[in-house]
């Protein structure tokens, strides 16, 4: 899982335009080829900041947690951002909102584990 520009940053574009450009992409590794494939996107949000993605499998489940925030900071500036997370099921990303914080930025974003279930944690 990777952040993907939708298109090519031109010169002099403001940190929060490009924020606002980058989707999350995912490939599978086919390791008899040594090769990608399944390349496709996680997320496809026109004009909003996806950052920190975090990833896991739970019993054959692949799981993506990220950042979300509409006002295209990276940096959390406007202090308003929601936790999402997405499952692959039947090879299509099932997304959900987790939870949103107002007042603070999001400081460590994990995915995992917790007594078989996927489970997402923030600070």
Known sequence: ??????????TGDSLSK???????????????????????????????????????CVDGTVGVAWIENSDNSPFQNSESSCIKKAELVASKWEESVIGCIEGSAVTALAIGSDAGNMSVAWT
Do not use: F
């Open 1 to 10: 899982v990777w952040q993907n520009a939708r298109s090519e940053v031109a």
């Open 18 to 56: 490009v924020a606002s450009n980058v989707d999350l992409s995912y490939a599978k590794l086919d390791m008899s080829k040594n090769e990608l494939s399944d390349i496709g996107k996680v997320t496809d949000n026109e004009g909003v900041c996806e950052i920190a993605p975090r990833i896991t």
